[in-house]
């Protein structure tokens, strides 16, 4: 009752041959390799939540103790971009499923068409990114450096489709419109000074933190807003970026013909984390965007 | 007074300096006996059976046991209820400690990177000592200049964590009932000199702190600064009788309920006019402004010292109505005071909403909604 | 050698294949070698904060103790505590006790010890770089505003650290969804395996928040703007609560682990199937669950409502059951049981004294009253020492010893371990013993310099940390000496019956050469062979 018996059914000891020559050698067979691939993807993917959520709840508790300030910051981010990336980003979960039922059809070439294509669309998002952030730094609200109250406005939204594709592909974003939000008065000095070399001394040591200033006031509350906005912003980009260099390898992997209907888990598995990235954003964009928005 | 009784554990004990310095100390020597008892069961259980059953055949395999339902009930209840006993005696302990009396008398504090600074309302400054009578209640008022400091005082088991922040005060409390000498020490790490940050209370008789008094400043009282100050600050160009109604009036303010809103919101709701909402109000007025006036009045961070605003809320106080400073309010009024903006409310106190006027007990207001309540 | 048997540790030489591996087993004695390194370096820092604190004035400048005590803070908890049973004793044990080949990734295993080495440097660069003197808990705004100190660089490896504990937490839980052999059904694992998992949930949902705390404190230092210091609008508290979020669990991930070694010991060395065996597995869970439901007991006197620190005090006494229920189940366990005097009993028997006096101590402190007078004392150090020291560490070392001839294939020396064991029992208590009275005293915690009436506490609590130091010594030095000199491990030494000692010592890469198929509950100590034969012989003659 003790020994250990030998179990043939798996087909593990002299069965070499009717292994999947892409089995690894410590799974029984390729149902289980999937399953346990596909179980660690969602695992991964909610320590994702929680690291995300830590941002979300940080920003839940400042846009509950500052809410007019978060409203005045969130009606400074283009409400045109933002949207435009959100129908961007569906679209390229969109061409990622495509790709994963091609490759659940084993149609390479359909695959990497769609890779790309998902790989084109999360540029275009990324491109946008780079946009609007390049708007946040002339418009001086950035939190770090040189935040200016009050906020000039200046918006950069295209006026029609081949001012958007010229925006699109030309390295530095072109401004097509100008309009102020608030009077063009005399600007308040920097709020802070930009950080010196010595970055790792405590900044209070270096008498840097000049206190006088209104941090605690409405101008300080909507720095704050523009912090949580870089922050949430700036990690999902950068999940971004990881993801479009995973579907980058696996573009190049389908192309060489390394999947097939038997064995595309890494495709699965990819989309699975583009969704989720995809999802993340559907929850920052009405978050950071619509604060007090009305149609 | 238990504790006084049991032979050879004072030594354990500091000093029982303060009014619930005692109970505290019963509850601790029940856990004590609590720890010893179970320590021995379990100890000696496990001692018995490691001699009894020692292996005596090397192969021998003893008879196995499953478990037992009865067991695992009775040894998951009955420590259950234990601890059900014991959480509830801590939660007297602990809402007894920090209840705030209505009675009680005003000790200022600051702490700083890394020394203590004292100030009676009487005008005496201290640093790293402080006098205070026996026998009387003392509510230390505490901010910080930097950090996050801890005031602690073991002889009166009293610690609590001063946080900073513009719109918070820490409020601590002990009425010393023994004389003497005790330590203070800062309790939550601040850098360099942490173990610097350490002082004398000195606990005296009435007679002995009324000469102390007398001997002291000169300087007038903490009310006297605050008046100069409130003058020389610029404040009385704005909170004076003909100020064609820019400013409210500040007389009578002190320990009443104002009606605030926020900067860019209408909605109305009502704070108390207590320590936390004058700082508040110096430090970063735009938070509330008081319903009928513009938000005009600019903020004074950098420009007044903590000790400087301990004054002028001392001055603030000795204007204020004849009641206690503490006044209770209202049993049903709107609960929302001026607290210390905790994790997950405001220091204006969710204005999205407007309040009304209905009790709405908020369980996550600050320490400060049970100092006005009667004990 | 000649004639020696291929098994994992001489199936492949050159440091390329040790450092590329994807055997489990040599990823966990990869993780050995570097946690036993920052142990050592941790466990320095320890003798030197215990001399400082010999006389009230203190030995060392104010400035650099206070870079001594995070050092031993950062590193013992996100360099020893975290990973050590799990990355060593898991990585080794999970995959042979469930009867798998290996672990689901193990490429992603080796990618955890990479993270856990550059966690490790980053460290070791934020401590050559002159250290931090934060305390290991980074409260701000001292951390981000006020220090003068590589919090950036800590931050950074913790970061990291955090890491690689995710991606074992992944691995762990998978493999047990999903490789268990035939037969081996949830309620025929061994409770180790259980402990194990618990801690992987625990890891996967609290890390993270870890993660993103960790970060925002040190961006907020780089760019001077942020959401935790007041002066720019943030608020302190709100960084505690997070901080502690991850970090109360966190302890859980220290001690759980350990006592599923501790559940293993037990068993094993009084050969008994464990009392109440799936009261012990869930109370694995519960603790996992209701640990996520105490952190605010951290805040007790941080300006956090009363009202939130009555309901964070009430959950803190629901966590405590759980471990009760544990205790008294290993106690009764011994009921009868044929114990063995040998070094790995002696660790389980220590644990389980030493861990019952921590945790009836923290009963002390989550009662809101006495919290109030001995938090940020000495107390509380003394409480958590002896719940990790006195229990994980004497967990991580129990199981060190009873597997260590399955790891090496070599023995321990038995009389030189027990030695050692009782002298580090001694010595552990000497140490922190004294520092409950200190504590209730008034003596606060992160203190360079101390008043002088303190001092006779302190001259013990350094005796016996010289004790315990020179004990840990001794362990690590016979453990050195066996892998030459120490006599052969059988497959099987104890007489035990899980799936681990049915294999050679050391194991073949593959683990079994065939799949089992289990068809006995846990702990079922007919099943082994040896002493199935005895009793039959006993039975017949």
């Given at each position: 009752?003790?020994?250990?018996?030998?179990?043939?059914?798996?087909?593990?000891?002299?069965?070499?041959?009717?292994?999947?020559?892409?089995?690894?050698?410590?799974?029984?067979?390729?149902?289980q390799?999937?399953?346990?691939?596909?179980?660690?993807?969602?695992?991964?993917?909610?320590?994702?939540?929680?690291f995300?959520?830590?941002?979300?709840?940080?920003?839940?508790?400042?846009?509950?103790?500052?809410?007019?300030a978060?409203?005045?910051?969130?009606?400074?981010?283009?409400?045109?971009?933002?949207?435009?990336?959100?129908?961007?980003?569906?679209?390229?979960?969109?061409t990622?499923?495509?790709a994963?039922?091609?490759?659940?059809?084993g149609?390479?070439?359909?695959?990497?068409?769609?890779l790309?294509?998902?790989?084109v669309?999360?540029?275009?998002?990324?491109?946008?990114?780079?946009?609007?952030?390049?708007?946040?730094f002339?418009?001086?609200?950035f939190?770090a450096?040189?935040?200016?109250?009050?906020?000039?406005?200046?918006?950069?939204r295209?006026?029609?489709?081949?001012?958007?594709?010229?925006?699109?592909?030309?390295?530095?974003p072109?401004?097509?419109?100008?309009?102020?939000?608030?009077a063009?008065?005399?600007?308040?000095?920097a709020?802070e000074?930009?950080?010196?070399?010595?970055?790792?001394?405590?900044?209070?040591?270096?008498?840097?933190?000049?206190?006088?200033?209104?941090?605690?006031?409405?101008?300080?509350?909507?720095?704050m807003?523009?912090w949580?906005?870089?922050?949430?912003?700036?990690?999902?980009?950068?999940?971004?970026?990881?993801?479009?260099?995973l579907l980058?390898?696996?573009a190049?992997?389908?192309?060489?013909?390394?999947?097939?209907?038997e064995?595309h888990?890494?495709?699965?598995?990819?989309?699975?984390?583009?969704?989720f990235?995809?999802?993340?954003?559907?929850?920052?964009?009405?978050?950071?965007?619509l604060?007090?928005?009305?149609? | 007074?238990i504790?006084?009784?049991?032979?050879?554990?004072?030594?354990?004990?500091?000093d029982?300096?303060?009014?619930?310095?005692?109970?505290?100390?019963?509850?601790?020597?029940?856990?004590?006996?609590?720890?010893?008892?179970?320590?021995?069961?379990?100890?000696?259980?496990?001692?018995?059976?490691?001699?009894?059953?020692?292996?005596?055949?090397?192969?021998?395999?003893p008879?196995?046991?499953?478990?037992?339902i009865?067991l695992?009930s009775?040894?998951?209840?009955?420590?259950?209820?234990i601890?059900?006993?014991?959480?509830?005696?801590?939660?007297?302990?602990?809402?007894?400690q920090?209840?705030?009396?209505?009675?009680?008398?005003?000790?200022?504090?600051?702490?700083k990177?890394?020394?203590?600074?004292?100030?009676?309302p009487?005008g005496?400054?201290?640093?790293?000592?402080?006098?205070?009578?026996?026998?009387?209640?003392?509510?230390?008022?505490?901010?910080?200049?930097?950090?996050?400091h801890?005031?602690?005082?073991?002889?009166?088991?009293?610690?609590?964590d001063?946080?900073?922040?513009?719109?918070?005060?820490?409020?601590?409390?002990?009425?010393?009932?023994?004389?003497?000498?005790?330590?203070?020490?800062?309790?939550?790490?601040?850098?360099?000199?942490?173990?610097?940050?350490?002082?004398?209370?000195t606990?005296?008789?009435?007679?002995?702190?009324?000469?102390?008094?007398?001997?002291?400043?000169?300087?007038?009282?903490?009310a006297?600064?605050?008046?100069?100050?409130?003058?020389?600050?610029?404040?009385?160009?704005?909170?004076?009788p003909?100020?064609?109604?820019?400013?409210?009036?500040?007389?009578?303010?002190?320990?009443?309920?104002?009606?605030?809103?926020?900067m860019?919101?209408?909605?109305?709701?009502?704070?108390?006019?207590?320590?936390?909402?004058?700082?508040?109000?110096?430090?970063?007025p735009q938070?509330?402004?008081v319903a009928?006036?513009?938000?005009?009045?600019?903020?004074?961070q950098?420009?007044?010292s903590?000790?400087?605003?301990?004054?002028?809320?001392?001055?603030?106080?000795?204007?204020?109505?004849?009641?206690?400073?503490?006044?209770a309010?209202?049993?049903?009024?709107?609960?929302?005071?001026?607290?210390?903006?905790?994790i997950m409310?405001?220091g204006s106190?969710n204005?999205i909403?407007?309040?009304?006027e209905?009790?709405?007990?908020?369980?996550?207001?600050?320490?400060d909604?049970?100092?006005?309540k009667?004990? | 050698?000649?004639?020696e048997?291929?098994?994992?540790?001489?199936?492949?030489?050159?440091?390329?294949?040790?450092?590329?591996?994807?055997?489990?087993k040599?990823?966990?004695?990869?993780y050995?070698?570097?946690?036993?390194?920052?142990?050592?370096?941790?466990?320095v820092?320890?003798l030197?904060?215990?001399?400082?604190l010999?006389?009230?004035?203190g030995?060392?400048?104010?400035?650099?103790?206070?870079?001594?005590?995070?050092?031993?803070?950062?590193?013992?908890?996100?360099?020893f505590?975290v990973?050590?049973?799990?990355?060593?004793?898991?990585?080794?044990?999970?995959?042979?006790?469930?009867?798998?080949?290996?672990?689901?990734?193990p490429?992603?295993?080796?990618?955890?010890?990479?993270?856990?080495?550059?966690?490790?440097?980053?460290?070791v660069?934020a401590?050559?770089?002159?250290?931090v003197?934060?305390?290991?808990?980074?409260?701000?705004?001292y951390?981000?505003?006020?220090?003068?100190s590589?919090?950036?660089?800590?931050?950074?490896?913790?970061f990291i650290?955090?890491f690689s504990?995710?991606?074992?937490?992944?691995?762990?839980?998978?493999?047990?969804?999903?490789?268990?052999a035939?037969?081996?059904?949830?309620f025929?694992l061994?409770?180790?395996?259980?402990?194990?998992?618990?801690?992987?949930?625990?890891?996967?949902?609290?890390?993270?928040?870890?993660?993103?705390?960790?970060?925002?404190?040190?961006?907020e230092?780089v760019?001077?703007?942020?959401?935790?210091?007041?002066?720019?609008?943030?608020?302190p508290?709100?960084?505690?609560?997070?901080?502690?979020?991850?970090?109360?669990?966190?302890?859980?991930?220290?001690?759980?682990?350990?006592?599923?070694?501790?559940?293993?010991?037990?068993?094993?060395?009084s050969?008994?199937?464990i009392?109440?065996?799936?009261?012990?597995?869930m109370?694995?869970?519960?603790?996992?669950?209701?640990?996520f439901?105490?952190?605010?007991?951290?805040l007790?006197?941080?300006?956090?409502?009363?009202?939130l620190g009555?309901?964070?005090?009430?959950?803190s006494?629901?966590?405590?059951?759980?471990?009760?229920?544990?205790?008294?189940?290993?106690?009764?366990?011994?009921?009868?049981?044929?114990?063995?005097?040998?070094?790995?009993?002696?660790?389980?028997?220590g644990?389980i004294?030493?861990?019952?006096?921590?945790?009836?101590?923290?009963l002390?402190?989550?009662?809101?009253?006495?919290?109030v007078?001995?938090?940020?004392?000495?107390?509380?150090?003394?409480?958590?020492?002896?719940?990790?020291?006195?229990?994980?560490?004497?967990g991580?070392l129990?199981?060190?010893?009873?597997?260590w001839?399955?790891?090496?294939?070599?023995?321990?020396?038995?009389?030189?371990a027990?030695a050692?064991?009782?002298?580090?029992f001694v010595?552990?208590n000497?140490?922190?013993?004294p520092?409950?009275?200190?504590?209730?005293?008034?003596?606060?915690?992160?203190?360079?310099?101390?008043p002088?009436?303190?001092?006779?506490?302190?001259?013990?609590?350094?005796a016996?940390?010289?004790?315990?130091?020179?004990?840990?010594a001794?362990?690590?030095?016979?453990?050195?000496?066996?892998?030459?000199?120490?006599?052969?491990?059988?497959?099987?030494?104890?007489g035990?019956?899980?799936?681990e000692?049915?294999?050679?010592?050391?194991?073949p890469?593959?683990?079994?050469?065939?799949?089992?198929?289990?068809?006995w509950?846990?702990?079922?100590?007919?099943?082994?062979?040896?002493?199935?034969?005895?009793?039959?012989?006993?039975?017949?003659?």
């Amino acid at each position: 009752m003790s020994t250990i018996e030998t179990d043939t059914a798996h087909g593990h000891g002299g069965a070499h041959a009717d292994r999947h020559p892409n089995l690894v050698h410590h799974f029984d067979d390729m149902e289980q390799q999937r399953e346990a691939g596909t179980l660690g993807m969602w695992w991964f993917l909610l320590t994702e939540i929680m690291f995300f959520g830590g941002m979300i709840l940080a920003y839940t508790v400042y846009r509950h103790m500052y809410f007019d300030a978060f409203a005045h910051g969130s009606n400074v981010l283009s409400i045109w971009w933002g949207a435009f990336n959100t129908v961007v980003l569906i679209g390229s979960s969109l061409t990622m499923a495509m790709a994963v039922w091609h490759a659940q059809h084993g149609n390479s070439k359909k695959i990497v068409f769609f890779l790309l294509f998902t790989i084109v669309l999360g540029s275009i998002f990324l491109r946008v990114k780079y946009i609007e952030y390049h708007d946040k730094f002339t418009e001086h609200v950035f939190p770090a450096g040189s935040f200016q109250w009050p906020i000039v406005h200046e918006s950069n939204r295209p006026n029609n489709l081949g001012d958007l594709l010229l925006m699109l592909v030309w390295i530095e974003p072109l401004n097509t419109d100008q309009s102020a939000s608030g009077a063009v008065a005399e600007k308040a000095p920097a709020m802070e000074k930009a950080p010196t070399a010595e970055m790792e001394q405590g900044p209070a040591m270096r008498g840097e933190i000049d206190r006088t200033m209104q941090d605690q006031s409405f101008a300080g509350h909507v720095r704050m807003y523009f912090w949580l906005y870089f922050v949430m912003t700036g990690f999902h980009a950068l999940h971004m970026v990881i993801g479009i260099g995973l579907l980058l390898v696996l573009a190049w992997q389908a192309n060489r013909g390394k999947f097939s209907k038997e064995y595309h888990s890494y495709i699965e598995l990819t989309g699975l984390y583009w969704h989720f990235v995809d999802i993340v954003w559907i929850f920052l964009f009405p978050l950071l965007y619509l604060v007090d928005r009305h149609l | 007074m238990i504790s006084k009784f049991i032979l050879g554990m004072s030594w354990m004990l500091p000093d029982q300096a303060s009014s619930y310095a005692p109970e505290v100390d019963n509850l601790y020597l029940f856990l004590v006996g609590l720890t010893v008892f179970f320590t021995a069961l379990i100890g000696i259980a496990i001692l018995f059976f490691f001699v009894k059953y020692r292996r005596k055949v090397h192969t021998g395999i003893p008879k196995q046991i499953e478990g037992s339902i009865i067991l695992e009930s009775a040894w998951s209840i009955i420590p259950f209820i234990i601890c059900l006993f014991i959480f509830a005696w801590g939660v007297k302990i602990y809402l007894e400690q920090y209840t705030i009396p209505n009675d009680a008398q005003d000790i200022y504090v600051v702490g700083k990177q890394w020394m203590w600074k004292f100030q009676h309302p009487e005008g005496q400054r201290e640093i790293n000592e402080l006098h205070i009578p026996v026998g009387k209640k003392i509510r230390f008022v505490m901010a910080t200049e930097d950090v996050i400091h801890s005031f602690y005082i073991p002889a009166f088991r009293m610690k609590e964590d001063i946080v900073p922040g513009p719109n918070r005060y820490t409020t601590v409390w002990a009425e010393p009932t023994m004389t003497g000498t005790f330590h203070i020490f800062c309790a939550e790490y601040c850098g360099t000199s942490h173990s610097g940050m350490i002082g004398w209370v000195t606990v005296m008789s009435d007679k002995d702190y009324a000469a102390w008094l007398a001997g002291g400043a000169g300087e007038g009282s903490m009310a006297d600064r605050g008046a100069a100050l409130f003058q020389s600050l610029g404040c009385i160009t704005c909170h004076k009788p003909d100020a064609q109604g820019q400013c409210p009036r500040l007389e009578g303010k002190y320990g009443i309920e104002e009606s605030v809103h926020t900067m860019s919101s209408p909605d109305i709701f009502k704070v108390l006019v207590d320590d936390s909402y004058i700082r508040e109000s110096v430090l970063s007025p735009q938070a509330k402004v008081v319903a009928g006036y513009q938000p005009i009045m600019p903020s004074f961070q950098g420009q007044v010292s903590e000790e400087q605003l301990q004054s002028i809320i001392a001055y603030i106080k000795s204007i204020g109505p004849a009641a206690s400073a503490n006044a209770a309010a209202k049993p049903g009024t709107p609960a929302p005071a001026a607290a210390r903006p905790q994790i997950m409310t405001t220091g204006s106190a969710n204005p999205i909403a407007p309040q009304s006027e209905k009790a709405q007990s908020n369980p996550l207001q600050g320490h400060d909604e049970l100092h006005y309540k009667k004990p | 050698m000649n004639g020696e048997p291929l098994n994992y540790l001489n199936n492949g030489h050159g440091i390329r294949s040790w450092l590329l591996t994807k055997d489990h087993k040599r990823i966990a004695i990869l993780y050995l070698i570097s946690v036993a390194f920052f142990f050592s370096v941790g466990g320095v820092y320890a003798l030197l904060i215990r001399i400082n604190l010999l006389t009230p004035g203190g030995v060392f400048e104010p400035d650099t103790y206070n870079r001594i005590f995070t050092t031993h803070g950062v590193i013992m908890v996100f360099l020893f505590l975290v990973p050590a049973v799990p990355a060593i004793l898991g990585n080794f044990l999970l995959p042979i006790m469930i009867g798998a080949k290996d672990l689901a990734f193990p490429k992603i295993n080796l990618l955890s010890w990479y993270c856990y080495v550059f966690a490790g440097i980053f460290l070791v660069v934020a401590i050559v770089a002159g250290g931090v003197d934060t305390g290991w808990t980074f409260y701000t705004p001292y951390s981000t505003s006020y220090s003068n100190s590589n919090v950036l660089l800590a931050g950074i490896g913790i970061f990291i650290a955090g890491f690689s504990s995710i991606l074992t937490g992944i691995n762990f839980i998978v493999t047990v969804h999903t490789m268990r052999a035939p037969g081996m059904t949830w309620f025929r694992l061994p409770l180790f395996i259980w402990a194990h998992y618990a801690t992987a949930l625990v890891i996967m949902l609290g890390t993270p928040v870890l993660a993103i705390t960790v970060s925002l404190m040190a961006l907020e230092r780089v760019a001077h703007v942020g959401i935790f210091d007041p002066a720019m609008g943030g608020d302190p508290v709100l960084f505690q609560h997070m901080f502690w979020f991850y970090s109360h669990p966190a302890v859980y991930i220290m001690v759980l682990p350990a006592m599923g070694v501790v559940s293993e010991l037990i068993a094993n060395m009084s050969r008994k199937n464990i009392f109440g065996y799936k009261f012990v597995a869930m109370s694995s869970l519960a603790i996992a669950v209701f640990g996520f439901l105490v952190w605010g007991h951290h805040l007790f006197v941080a300006t956090q409502s009363v009202y939130l620190g009555i309901i964070f005090s009430f959950l803190s006494y629901a966590v405590a059951i759980p471990s009760a229920i544990k205790v008294f189940n290993w106690t009764a366990t011994l009921f009868r049981g044929s114990i063995s005097y040998d070094t790995p009993m002696l660790y389980a028997l220590g644990f389980i004294f030493l861990f019952l006096i921590g945790g009836l101590t923290g009963l002390f402190l989550a009662a809101l009253g006495i919290d109030v007078h001995v938090t940020d004392t000495y107390f509380v150090i003394a409480h958590f020492h002896y719940v990790m020291v006195g229990g994980s560490l004497m967990g991580f070392l129990g199981g060190m010893h009873l597997w260590w001839g399955k790891m090496t294939g070599r023995m321990y020396p038995e009389f030189w371990a027990r030695a050692a064991t009782i002298v580090q029992f001694v010595g552990f208590n000497l140490t922190f013993f004294p520092q409950f009275i200190l504590g209730y005293l008034g003596m606060p915690r992160r203190y360079a310099a101390y008043p002088p009436e303190f001092q006779t506490l302190h001259v013990l609590s350094t005796a016996g940390a010289s004790i315990l130091g020179f004990g840990v010594a001794m362990t690590i030095f016979y453990f050195i000496w066996s892998l030459k000199y120490g006599k052969r491990a059988p497959a099987d030494p104890w007489g035990a019956p899980g799936l681990e000692w049915r294999i050679p010592s050391p194991p073949p890469t593959e683990n079994f050469t065939e799949l089992p198929v289990v068809t006995w509950e846990a702990y079922e100590f007919a099943s082994v062979p040896e002493l199935k034969e005895a009793e039959a012989a006993a039975s017949n003659g």
